[in-house]
Nanobody, 124 residues
Framework: QLQLVESGGGWVQPGGSLRLSCAASGFILDYYAIGWFRQASGKEREGVSCISRSGGSTNYADSVKGRFNISRSNAKNTVYLQMNSLTPEETGVYYC?????????????????WGQGTQVTVSS
């Protein structure tokens, strides 16, 4: 059974940091591009960052450039999203998703497999 499990969410004060993890089970993550998305209450899901199979191509939403970093450890079958200088507007549920595509990744939700999400709350 193919499964993605996000972890690392929680509560953090504005300006704080969190590192999210996306762990795969039932399949080898090496063959998949991975995207991170977030959805605030009452809003549409939006792309935050993505990384290609090899890690050679990454993309970030303009709002997070310079603050977030996506990386992957294929040996650990896990993708990470380091989030720094968080703002209250970035509160929401964060999802990772996988797509079996080479060389590229997408910031739109065209992915085959999705995790259940992890809640991130940024408030004082």
């Amino acid at each position: 059974q193919l499964q993605l499990v996000e972890s690392g969410g929680g509560w953090v004060q504005p300006g704080g940091s969190l590192r999210l993890s996306c762990a795969a089970s039932g399949f080898i993550l090496d063959y998949y591009a991975i995207g991170w998305f977030r959805q605030a209450s009452g809003k549409e899901r939006e792309g935050v960052s993505c990384i290609s199979r090899s890690g050679g191509s990454t993309n970030y939403a303009d709002s997070v450039k310079g603050r977030f970093n996506i990386s992957r450890s294929n040996a650990k079958n896990t993708v990470y999203l380091q989030m720094n200088s968080l703002t209250p507007e970035e509160t929401g549920v964060y999802y990772c998703a996988a797509l079996p595509v080479q060389a590229v990744c997408f910031m739109t939700p065209r992915y085959n497999y999705w995790g259940q999400g992890t809640q991130v709350t940024v408030s004082s």
